[in-house]
T-cell receptor, first 112, second 116 residues
Framework: DGGITQSPKYLFRKEGQNVTLSCEQNLNHDAMYWYRQDPGQGLRLIYYSQIVNDFQKGDIAEGYSVSREKKESFPLTVTSAQKNPTAFYLCASSIRGGSEQFFGPGTRLTVL | GEDVEQSLFLSVREGDSSVINCTYTDSSSTYLYWYKQEPGAGLQLLTYIFSNMDMKQDQRLTVLLNKKDKHLSLRIADTQTGDSAIYFC????????????????FGKGTKLSVKP
């Protein structure tokens, strides 16, 4: 089955801890994206990567970091510098930058 | 910068048609997309339209594009309770992030509620 997986579905962390969200795709897509979704806010782009070993900041990159060492993987780290990390995080991929994006099921992060 | 606007809520009765509207600002869009999000889930691509088309029909879904007014709509015929979800319009923005080509710009989403 081809698709995008995110794990875990629910994640709880204490304030001040870094946490890494996983995103894997087996669609052979070049581009991958991370979005944050808050109620009534729609989707906001955190980081994106159009090719392995390269990534760019989106609208709200502060307090987040990413890596793209493999084509199929694009993990997102939420650092302690992120002031309000509790949110629903969505990963997506596309064949190339600008084409239709396919989304994973999301990870709901709650910081206590 | 480029923007996509949608109304936040729409309520219809089961069996009626739903029309979800979207306006966008980017005149160079090539494709425009509609996504559906069910509670607690990721976004599912419903349909898309190429910018040189006026209309696209796919079973119960009809997409209308008025390029002059930069207005996009999604009509769902015979709306069912299973259609209750948030619907996002997305525009293929051009060069909106440091010169990179074509990341999608999403609206805030329209929450469709279908009453039995």
């Amino acid at each position: 089955d081809g698709g995008i997986t995110q794990s875990p579905k629910y994640l709880f962390r204490k304030e001040g801890q870094n946490v890494t969200l996983s995103c894997e795709q087996n669609l052979n897509h070049d581009a991958m994206y991370w979005y944050r979704q808050d109620p009534g806010q729609g989707l906001r782009l955190i980081y994106y990567s159009q090719i392995v070993n390269d990534f760019q900041k989106g609208d709200i990159a502060e307090g987040y970091s990413v890596s793209r060492e493999k084509k199929e993987s694009f993990p997102l780290t939420v650092t302690s510098a992120q002031k309000n990390p509790t949110a629903f995080y969505l990963c997506a991929s596309s064949i190339r930058g600008g084409s239709e994006q396919f989304f994973g099921p999301g990870t709901r992060l709650t910081v206590l | 910068g480029e923007d996509v606007e949608q109304s936040l809520f729409l309520s219809v009765r089961e069996g009626d048609s739903s029309v979800i509207n979207c306006t966008y600002t980017d005149s160079s869009s090539t494709y425009l997309y509609w996504y559906k999000q069910e509670p607690g889930a990721g976004l599912q691509l419903l349909t898309y339209i190429f910018s040189n088309m006026d209309m696209k029909q796919d079973q119960r879904l009809t997409v209308l594009l008025n390029k002059k007014d930069k207005h996009l709509s999604l009509r769902i015929a015979d709306t069912q309770t299973g259609d209750s979800a948030i619907y996002f319009c997305a525009d293929e923005g051009a060069g909106n992030y440091g010169g990179s080509q074509g990341n999608l710009i999403f609206g805030k989403g329209t929450k469709l509620s279908v009453k039995p």
